[in-house]
């Protein structure tokens, strides 16, 4: 029996939520949500021992008072949502204070300590009083007047709603939109650090680069299948599969060639031209021939042009560049006589191993196609000279500067754990005290100091390995990286404008080359082409063995045919494995999971072969073709015809679904950009590489 007159500390109990004078009429959306939460949230976590310092003046009666803090899911809306409430509650005669409400059942006590998981409510209740005859029978141990518990004030706010967190000391304040403050709170039991780390583990906040303990706030009702997607991959499993050793396994490879191409795919030149021309009208594979163009993701097609393309020609890899090759476009003072023939050779068959580190200097811009011997030496010289200076100044950071200087020490800190997990499994970075990994750690440390507004982010170590591996001079592999770094210096970017880019034209040709593995993707919502992320982020570096790598950038370093060829690179391989896709049902989850399982099984030459054939059947179509979407003529380089861009009002009917990919409703652009952050951190955030 409860004494009367006399508070108590009571945890979980209903809390009314405040109304604000309200009217359904004038809720706003968050308002509208808030309600319907009240149907249920999902906890992920409680802390109880919870100070509210700081709020708005409704809540100016609860100020410094204790209470639960509580951050978990709303099961309608599937939004996260922080709630604060009070532990106390007063507990007085129902005859001293207004009629409404009462307590119709008893209530035990719980500990601090079970209030650390999250446990279903008790069986406190609040019921009017116009109903409490109805449960006379239950409340017979209150025959004395009954009382009441005063309704409390609840603080909730779903995080999409908020800036950002900003950890202070044991304090944590949450910001809104216009950077003002919502609340503060006060952990007086524990620290705050044990909610940041869970909410990064759901990937609900972001630690911002430009702000001390601020942390970035996203959430975003459809992000929980791109999050579950990457947490089936078993990472681990991923990441220590052994990779092929080339120069052991090389003889194998060659006496296993028919292993390398998978039953019921081979390539598509050996299929006759008539055969091929005959399916463009068949209902099975032609569709991937007839390309339409999508309106958007959520709606019906409006409008759909089609083109018949061409049958793929027949693509074969040439001789690589050799020795005497090289010395023949060689002219007498040393300089590159026809730098644009060694492209094309290199585009077709690849360079000889015993050359490729020399050439890999004009590739990447280190040594100049123009330059005559003597030039070459001098820049080299002026090259090295600068490399050590650079590097001097990261090496000449007392310890009391680096503590003082947070964003070298987190990019420090960030290099030294990559470089101890970066292609352990070659012979050139195996063993502990290996020498090469000093040198892997010292240029990239380096670069944070030539470019320290990218400074690192994970997977640079990937595209430095294998250059480093070829290269060996610390000074020249430094300037070699930063030439492929040109290259791929959006993949980078904070603000992710080039990944968002990539994936878009990557969606738009494969809508244009394969029209039915398109559709299948967009019929199980997988035509944001997210499971390629990994691909174009490293260029393909985990999907291939350190030897077919090599050859694979090398090609793509030339820039020849387009400055996209590596989209048909992604094209060629989702284009071999339609079939699996199609065939298996594949979900988006399942398509993620099979794409990286493709790592080490790919065939180099055949991707090759066939992302040459694709583009060559593409680029038929565009000068062939009128009225063809200019966003393919962007992809492969070609200037914008002028005719589609003219006043002719039958050209801009003909062409206004085409118009359409890039009209997006602000709320649907914001959750494209959630979508794109959240596979972004994700494959940061566990190296997924």
Sequence with gaps: LIPRRKIYQLCHLPYTQLENNKSSKSMNTSDRNIMECENGIEEKFIQNGVLLTKANANYISVLNAEGILTFGKCTQTNLHIFEWKPETCDVTDSES?????????????????????????????????TTAAAASERVACYEPAPLLIKPKLLLRVFLRDLKGLEAYKDELRFYNHDHTIHSVYL????????????????????????????????????????????SELNIADIRARPRPRPYLDMLSKLANVQQMLPMNRGPLNIVPGELRFSTLTSNEYPQSNQPSIITDDKEQIDSIVKWKLIPRPQVHRGLPLDAGTWEDVKSPNGSISDPERVKEIIFHGGIKQDIRAEVWKYLLELDVWEHNLQQREERRAQKTQEYFQMKF??????????????????????????????DRTYDFFAGDDNPNLAKLQDILMT?????????????????????????????????????????????????????????????????????????????????????????????FKREFSNADIMQLWEVLWTGLPCPNFHLFVCVSILDQEMDVFIDGQFSFTEILKHVNELSGNLNVIAVLEQAESIYLQVKHALDTIRNTPDELRKIIGDLVSPANNGNDSSDDDENSCISILNERSPEEKEMLQRKLDEACDLSLSYMFF
């Design 187 to 230: 952990f007086r039991q524990s620290s705050s650090s044990v909610l940041l780390q869970l909410l990064e583990r759901f990937r609900c906040i972001r630690k911002s680069t430009n702000r001390k303990n601020f942390y970035k706030c996203f959430d975003d009702p459809d992000q929980d299948k791109l999050q579950k997607s990457f």
């Design 447 to 539: 670069y944070v100091m030539y470019n320290f507004d990218l400074g690192y982010v994970q997977g640079m170590s990937d595209l430095l390995a294998p250059i480093l591996s070829l290269v060996q001079n610390e000074a020249e592999s430094f300037w070699c990286f930063v030439g492929f770094m040109q290259k791929v210096f959006a993949n980078f970017d904070i603000d992710q404008k080039g990944m968002k880019q990539q994936l878009e034209n990557l969606r738009v040709l494969l809508s244009f080359v394969n029209e039915r593995l398109f559709n299948y993707m967009r019929e199980n919502q997988s035509e944001n082409m997210y499971f390629c992320f990994r691909w174009l982020l490293v260029w």
């Design 393 to 422: 100044q990261w090496l000449s950071i007392t310890p009391t500067q680096e503590h003082n200087f947070t964003g070298y020490r987190e990019r420090k800190c960030q290099i030294e754990k990559d470089v101890k997990r970066t």
């Design 97 to 129: 204070l207004e009629s409404g409400w009462s307590l119709v059942d008893t209530i035990s006590k719980q500990s601090p300590s079970s209030l650390q998981t999250v446990q279903p409510m008790t069986s406190a209740v609040l019921i009017s009083t």
